[in-house]
């Protein structure tokens, strides 16, 4: 199974502030990797598909960059309702499996 | 628009069964895969297997394979998730997703929150 971790596992940022997450894969993925958005009690929603695309309705302050191994969300101007965990996933092979989550905290 | 809706909470004893189903609307549902995840308290995400709407070809986490069964019901466009032999570690919240092509999943069910307990 591929093995998926993320850093940090948390953050403390504020409205307005840059914030960059890290996924990386045990094995290479290609660009087989997608971020997803989960607020307290809530379902995950996509966010990033296939590494750096966005679905639409996503605002354009998301991004995704990387391919292999190693990825990034950046999120290039925090704003309240970003405040949330965030969860790399990937589907180069079943299983599919998801990273541990990076939760972003208000500062 | 797509809408995954699923059955309500349920509390169980250890080493009953659970039965969660997922509906689907706002969209043509043979032709899109339902996948299940769950999310134990305070962790991250597994997923458990894919359920096709047709019925024909599940695909499911191996060490969970014994106990698992998902199928499908196309006259109500609903998905089900039935889990046996349950023990207290599948206390979680139980998630449908449909599949958006290429194991990705763009849209989710609110969620079915499990508890084993005796």
């Known amino acids: 199974d591929i093995q998926m971790t993320q850093s940090p596992s948390s953050l403390s940022a504020s409205v307005g502030d840059r914030v960059t997450i890290t996924c990386r894969a045990s094995?290479?993925?290609?660009?087989?990797l997608h971020w997803y958005q989960q607020q307290p009690g809530k379902a995950p929603k996509l966010l990033i598909y296939a590494a750096v695309s966005l679905p639409s309705g996503v605002p354009s302050r998301f991004s995704g960059s990387g391919s292999g191994t190693d990825f990034t969300l950046t999120i290039s101007s925090l704003q309240p309702e970003d405040f949330a965990t965030y969860y790399c996933q990937q589907s180069d092979s079943i299983p599919v499996t998801f990273g541990p989550g990076t939760k972003v905290q208000i500062k | 628009q797509v809408q995954l809706v699923q059955s309500g909470a349920e509390v169980m004893q250890p080493g009953a069964s659970v039965q969660i189903s997922c509906k689907a609307s706002?969209?043509?549902?043979?032709?899109?895969?339902i996948h299940w995840m769950r999310q134990a308290p305070g962790q991250g995400l597994q997923w458990l297997g894919i359920g096709d709407p047709l019925g024909v070809g599940t695909t499911y986490l191996r060490k969970l394979q014994d106990r698992l069964a998902m199928t499908t019901d196309t006259s109500t466009n609903t998905v089900y998730l039935e889990l046996s032999s349950l023990r207290s570690e599948d206390t979680a919240v139980y998630y449908c997703?449909?599949?958006?092509?290429?194991?990705?999943?763009?849209?989710w069910g609110q969620g079915t929150p499990v508890t084993v307990s005796s």
């Open positions: 094995q290479s993925i290609s660009q087989y």
């Open positions: 997703a449909r599949e958006g092509g290429g194991f990705l999943f763009d849209s």
């Open positions: 706002g969209y043509s549902f043979t032709d899109y895969r």
